[in-house]
């Protein structure tokens, strides 16, 4: 029972720490019609995500990123089209229904 009480005691610490992230995720004149916030308690580190499609509300406390709702974004969003550069290449990418295609490939040398 002790060890449950530390953990809710250390969770709802984390949860303190992240006020400023919580507040600008879910504040209404923020980009997208979706967002997401990943946090590791105990660390300061944080990645927030903003979706033109809306996700799924809900928190989730996992060993592990729970990245579904990301995934069901790109599901749910238009196809799209997106570039690659480096030095020596180009690359055009497809992505339309959850399916990521090589479209063309251009290099330099």
Known sequence: MR???????????????LTTEI??????????????????LGDAATVAFEFQVPIETRVVFSTT???????AAFERGRPAGFVTLSRS??????????????IERWSSI
Request: no cysteine.
């Open 65 to 71: 990123a729970f990245i579904r709702p990301l995934l």
């Open 23 to 40: 507040e600008r995720a879910t504040h209404p004149s923020t980009h997208g019609r979706g967002r997401a916030l990943f946090a590791a």
């Open 89 to 102: 290449e180009v690359v055009l990418y497809g992505w339309d229904s959850g399916t990521l295609e090589l």
């Open 3 to 17: 060890r449950a009480s530390e953990r809710a005691s250390a969770i709802l610490a984390g949860l303190e720490d």
